[in-house]
């Protein structure tokens, strides 16, 4: 059997600088606090053993799943390389292992190295075979058998009963077989076959109300065919056609009626691209009635007529303005007098308020006179009693005579004249305002006047005819519409017959439009009802089968993975059962399970396996378990498939990380007992940060062992171990 | 035996073989979630197939 002598290890997760320890004794104890290197130093022999395979999902350690910052770092943070030295001895001598990783350099940053005890070294690929050679134990069976990590017995502590079937799949080893069906699980293969046949379903909806939409349509156009005196045997394409070749010669003969020639228009090649047929046939019967003599002057005729109802119009409603204009100016005049005569009378207001003017002017300066003397007369205090110079009488105060006359007289009089003249101006601007609104009542009737002459100049230009005051341009045009609506009607009785001839065709073309939809529901109709021929159809209805095919691969292969895991579990149970049934019933001393029996079946739920666990009656004991029991049960279950790997297991030493978690003091002691048992065979190495643990150790086991202490952990430096002797 | 080899032991048809062979080789590069990858990227192409035919089909109605 393999035992490890010594590890060295350097730059590895806690482990800064190089450390070395040495395994030389039956059992090794590691202790010290938390985050001191213990578990790395048990770590560290695993990686150098597996490399990569433990690590990440299928390592089945839940703390080394994960990538960036939450990833499971082999290289210690303040190191740029990790390295592993691990001396294990077997029969043939000492072999030296030596695995290392550089940060960040990826698969070229990692080695491997096997020195055999013969000298040979191997490297590489053939390092790691060489390796698995020598250990002949897989990654999982080091995990179930070997190496109890301290996240196996924690989980299965705390887990919910329904989720310990996991941990028990991790306990047991079988971490692959789960995650791989988790894997399945996850992925969208057994919905696809769903999805599909959902999608199909829908298509096939779709397909039955195309059937009906074509149908409903069909029938809509074989009414109307019928309508349009078919019989349910014409609608075909025979009839069709028949209406084709006779719809040639119709516009032949109507050609020939009008007295043109057709353009040629030649029958569809398949009843298909008669839409484009009736196309041309309608264009056709278009063209020949526009280019028909007599449609062609009963257009002329309907646009003169046109075009005279609009110059008569034209020319009426000219002539009423122009007369509304004449009678408005007439009453104005009657009103207020002629031009001549308004010219008058401003003329007359000049001259009268020119004379007012003059007299105001005349009287002014005698005015100003009288002030003057006034002036003097007081000045030269002239004597009490004179004769007024203005009216010749004996005045006996002459200057207040005088002031008297000029404010009574001459004021008065002023006044008076300013009074006529503000008259005068007022009937002056009337006058002239009078004069205005006739010359613009004249200009309005000028303009009236010229439009009226070029209404008429129109008509003359129109008619071709001279026209003179002494004509009336309306009982003209009148005449004129008149001759051409017999014209009109002479022509629309012409017309009759050909009319009669072109809506004959036309009606054909609906009969042949209405056929062609017909024939192309019918088809339309047959496509959708051959649909399952199509090799579209048949390419899905073969993905379908692949599918299926697929899906059912995939649940068979997931059957027997499922069967491989459980008859996995099984075999192990089986070959541990008693054995992990002693152990339980050792470390827990509970009188109350004298036997422990383990059961696995599948669980359908999860597609996993699901354990059992029963007392000798029957009764399921998980529940009722304390945490000292759920430990004590998962270390039994290790130690019980440790157990029965047999004296013949290639590896002679166990690892056993934090066992004692949630055991109390007498199960501790229980534990002790079975690692001193247990070391006649195995070496044992045991890392603790249980303080009780490790004095129940250092007093109990009877075997010579090596205690090694961890602590002062600092990042740069990793921990300080003192060895104890 | 290793799981790889106690799976592919029960296997009896081929194909059943070349599937184990994808999703082991899968998971052994990228876990659970690769599985789930790998599987998906095969029926991926499988829809876009199945609707594009539909699509056509659609056209024919």
Not at chain 1, 85 to 92: A, D, P, R, T
Not at chain 1, 135 to 164: C, G, M, N, W
Request: hydrophobic content about 30%; charged content about 35%; glycine content about 4%.
């Amino acid at each position: 059997m393999l035992k490890i002598k010594k590890v060295e290890i350097e730059g590895f997760r806690g482990f800064t600088q190089k450390t070395s320890i040495e395994f030389e004794n039956p059992v090794t104890l590691l202790h010290g606090g938390n985050h001191q290197g213990k578990s790395s130093v048990l770590n560290a022999i695993e990686w150098c053993l597996y490399g990569d395979e433990c690590i990440g999902e299928k390592s089945g350690i839940r703390e080394r799943v994960g990538t960036g910052e939450m990833a499971w770092r082999v290289v210690n943070d303040n190191s740029e390389k990790a390295k592993v030295n691990l001396k294990i001895e077997g029969e043939q001598g000492i072999f030296t292992i030596t695995r290392a990783e550089a940060k960040g350099k990826g698969k070229k940053g990692k080695s491997i190295k096997i020195s055999l005890p013969n000298g040979t070294e191997k490297e590489g690929d053939e390092g790691d075979q060489e390796i698995a050679k020598l250990l002949r134990v897989s990654f999982k069976d080091f995990a179930t058998t070997v190496y109890q990590h301290q996240e196996t017995i924690h989980d299965f502590v705390i887990q919910k009963p329904s989720e310990q079937s996991a941990v028990m799949d991790r306990l047991l080893g079988l971490s692959d077989y789960r995650n791989i069906l988790d894997g399945i699980k996850k992925s969208d293969v057994l919905k696809l076959q769903k999805e599909l046949t959902e999608e199909f379903n829908k298509f096939q909806t779709r397909v039955q109300e195309g059937i009906k939409i074509r149908q409903k349509d069909l029938d809509n156009k074989r009414d109307k065919a019928k309508e349009k005196g078919l019989s349910e045997e014409e609608l075909n394409e025979n009839k069709l056609l028949e209406l084709v070749e006779s719809t040639i010669k119709d516009i032949g003969n109507f050609a020939r009626l009008l007295g043109l020639t057709t353009t040629a228009i030649s029958p569809p090649s398949d009843w298909k691209n008669t839409e484009s047929f009736i196309t041309d046939i309608k264009n056709e019967c278009s063209r020949l009635w526009a280019e028909s003599p007599d449609v062609k002057e009963q257009s002329e005729k309907q646009r003169k007529r046109s075009e005279m109802v609009s110059f008569k119009s034209k020319y009426e409603t000219q002539y009423l303005n122009l007369k509304s204009k004449k009678k408005e100016l007439q009453d104005f005049e009657q009103e207020n007098g002629n031009k001549d005569e308004i010219d008058n009378k401003i003329r007359k207001a000049f001259e009268e308020i020119d004379a007012i003017n003059k007299e105001i002017k005349r009287i002014s300066p005698k005015a100003k006179l009288i002030e003057e003397g006034i002036s003097i007369l007081k000045l030269a205090a002239p004597s009490d009693a004179d004769i007024c110079p203005l009216c010749g009488e004996k005045v006996s105060n002459l200057l207040e005579h005088l002031r008297k006359e000029w404010e009574e007289k001459i004021t008065a009089q002023v006044q008076e004249l300013e009074k006529q003249q503000a008259e005068l101006d007022k009937k002056k601007t009337d006058f002239e305002r009078l004069k205005k609104e006739l010359v613009h009542l004249e200009k309005d009737a000028r303009r009236e006047k010229e439009e009226l002459k070029k209404a008429i100049n129109n008509i003359s230009e129109f008619l071709h005819k001279e026209l003179t005051d002494k004509d009336d341009p309306a009982a003209i045009l009148s005449i004129e519409i008149k001759n051409i609506d017999s014209r009109l009607k002479e022509i629309a009785d012409a017309i009759k017959n050909k009319q009669v001839t072109i809506d004959a065709i036309l009606e054909k073309t609906d009969i042949m439009n209405l056929l062609y939809d017909i024939l192309l529901f019918k088809n339309k109709l047959e496509e959708i009802n051959q649909i399952q021929k199509t090799n579209e159809y048949q390419k899905q209805e073969k993905i379908r089968t692949d599918v299926s095919n697929l899906v059912r691969d995939v649940e068979e292969l997931s059957k027997i993975i499922k069967s491989c895991m459980l008859k996995e579990a099984e075999e192990k149970i089986d070959s541990a059962r008693s054995a992990i049934g002693r152990y339980f019933r050792r470390i827990t001393n509970n009188p109350a399970f004298q036997t422990l029996n383990i059961k696995v079946d599948e669980d359908k739920k999860t597609g996993g396996n699901f354990y059992i666990f029963e007392d000798q009656d029957g009764k399921r004991p998980i529940p009722v378990l304390s945490q000292g029991d759920l430990n004590s049960l998962a270390l039994s279950i290790f130690l019980g498939l440790t157990e029965s790997s047999g004296d013949s297991h290639p590896l002679g030493f166990i690892l056993m990380d934090d066992s004692s978690q949630s055991l109390d003091s007498q199960q501790k002691a229980r534990l002790v007992e079975i690692f001193n048992e247990l070391s006649d065979i195995k070496n044992i190495t045991v890392s603790t940060m249980d303080a009780e643990m490790q004095q129940l150790l250092k007093d109990n086991i009877t075997k010579v062992k090596t205690i090694y202490k961890l602590s002062d952990w600092a990042p740069d430096s990793g921990p300080r171990i003192s060895k104890e002797i | 035996m290793t799981y790889k080899e106690k799976v592919q032991k029960e296997i009896k048809e081929e194909k059943l073989r070349n599937l184990w062979q994808e999703i082991c080789e899968s998971y052994e590069q990228g876990g659970v979630e690769q599985i789930k990858s790998t599987l998906n990227s095969r029926i991926d192409k499988i829809k876009k197939d199945y609707e594009q035919l539909l699509e056509n089909l659609e056209k024919t109605l």
